[in-house]
């Protein structure tokens, strides 16, 4: 089992930055992948980015690459979002997921435990 809470959401202008954190518990956390996902008003879940059980291997959707940056620290049992050059586009609720089966897959599908989500709204 793996719970996560995520945090550091807020209101930000178009160009600041945010950075979101989730941390976990349950023993599981050092051998799952772990997504960041977000859903905006009337659209659905979407991939964001994910990062490998060691940190050595990250992926991101094109609307957040070189704008975003996942990691992890496995020895505090939390994984990050780094979001640089934010756009108004990027509001949405954001969610971590874990999937100790490791399949890094894009699809949310693929992931076994999420987080509540944490506001981000990023104004014009």
């Known amino acids: 089992q793996v719970q996560l809470v995520e945090s550091g959401g807020g209101l930000v202008q178009a160009g600041g930055s945010l950075r979101l954190s989730c941390a976990a518990s349950?023993?599981?956390?050092?051998?799952?992948?772990m997504g960041w996902f977000r859903q905006a008003p009337g659209k659905e879940r979407e991939f964001v980015a994910k990062?490998?059980?060691?940190?050595?291997?990250?992926d991101y959707a094109d609307s957040v690459k070189g704008r975003f940056t996942i990691s992890r620290d496995n020895a505090k049992n939390t994984v990050y979002l780094q979001m640089n050059s934010l756009k108004p586009e990027d509001t949405a609720v954001y969610y971590c997921?874990?999937?100790?089966?490791?399949?890094?897959?894009?699809?949310?599908?693929?992931?076994?435990?999420w987080g509540q989500g944490t506001q981000v709204t990023v104004s014009s």
């Open positions: 997921a874990a999937d100790p089966k490791q399949r890094f897959l894009y699809s949310d599908n693929g992931y076994d435990y």
């Open positions: 990062i490998s059980r060691s940190g050595g291997i990250t």
């Open positions: 349950g023993r599981t956390f050092g051998i799952s992948v």
